[in-house]
T-cell receptor, first 116, second 113 residues
Framework: ETGVTQTPRHLVMGMTNKKSLKCEQHLGHNAMYWYKQSAKKPLELMFV???????ENNSVPSRFSPECPNSSHLFLHLHTLQPEDSALYLC???????????????FGPGTRLTVL | SQKIEQNSEALNIQEGKTATLTCNYT??????LQWYRQDPGRGPVFLLL?????KEKRKERLKVTFDTTLKQSLFHITASQPADSATYLCALEGDTGRRALTFGSGTRLQVQP
């Protein structure tokens, strides 16, 4: 176990549904991330939160809406998704974004999302 | 923008041999580079971090080199075992600052018994 949990592990939803992915870290970290991993493509950074403030948004469509109520929890709210949004969604956390730690990230197991 | 390339999509080797994976990058000079292991259906797991002023770093059977002139990192697994079979990802700090990592697409290593 990495200290980062994600629920649900699997999710099937229709294009008109609204669902949320949840991530929780038990490591006392200050930064949390959402990544998307599609088949045969590199991990794509979606959102970065540092101390509960969004610091980076990689031009993600508005049908994905993140929420970080505190430094231990991160949500990804989903609505009106498209079939091409089907992927493994990974949450990660890190101590902080400054040196000397570098930016070693601890990943959760991911949520396998299928959009029908 | 920065680009990361890992030498091959898949690498097959015999148990006991040394596996060597390559990570090349362009259009950036990162202060550090990281390697992760990912098993199917799981999240990546951190293995090693090497800084720009370090030429080599070792951890048990793992060795990483970092050549900032060539813009290349090599990842070696010595005395490989079937349990080493996984996808290995290299990552470096994003070019928007030290706020996130940019990952390569990974190399899938298969160690044959």
């Amino acid at each position: 176990e990495t200290g980062v949990t994600q629920t649900p592990r699997h999710l099937v939803m229709g294009m008109t549904n609204k669902k949320s992915l949840k991530c929780e870290q038990h490591l006392g970290h200050n930064a949390m991330y959402w990544y998307k991993q599609s088949a045969k493509k590199p991990l794509e950074l979606m959102f970065v939160y540092s101390l509960e403030e969004r610091v980076e948004n990689n031009s993600v469509p508005s049908r994905f809406s993140p929420e970080c109520p505190n430094s231990s929890h991160l949500f990804l709210h989903l609505h009106t998704l498209q079939p091409e949004d089907s992927a493994l969604y990974l949450c990660a956390s890190s101590q902080d974004i400054a040196e000397p730690h570098g930016n070693e990230q601890f990943f959760g197991p991911g949520t396998r999302l299928t959009v029908l | 923008s920065q680009k990361i390339e890992q030498n091959s999509e898949a690498l097959n080797i015999q148990e006991g041999k040394t596996a060597t994976l390559t990570c090349n990058y362009t259009n950036y000079s990162p202060a550090y580079l990281q390697w992760y292991r990912q098993d199917p259906g799981r999240g990546p797991v951190f293995l090693l971090l090497i800084r720009e002023n370090e030429k080599e770093k070792r951890k048990e059977r793992l060795k990483v080199t970092f050549d900032t002139t060539l813009k290349q990192s090599l990842f070696h697994i010595t005395a490989s075992q079937p349990a080493d079979s996984a996808t290995y990802l290299c990552a470096l700090e994003g070019d928007t600052g030290r706020r996130a990592l940019t990952f390569g697409s990974g190399t899938r290593l298969q160690v044959q018994p």
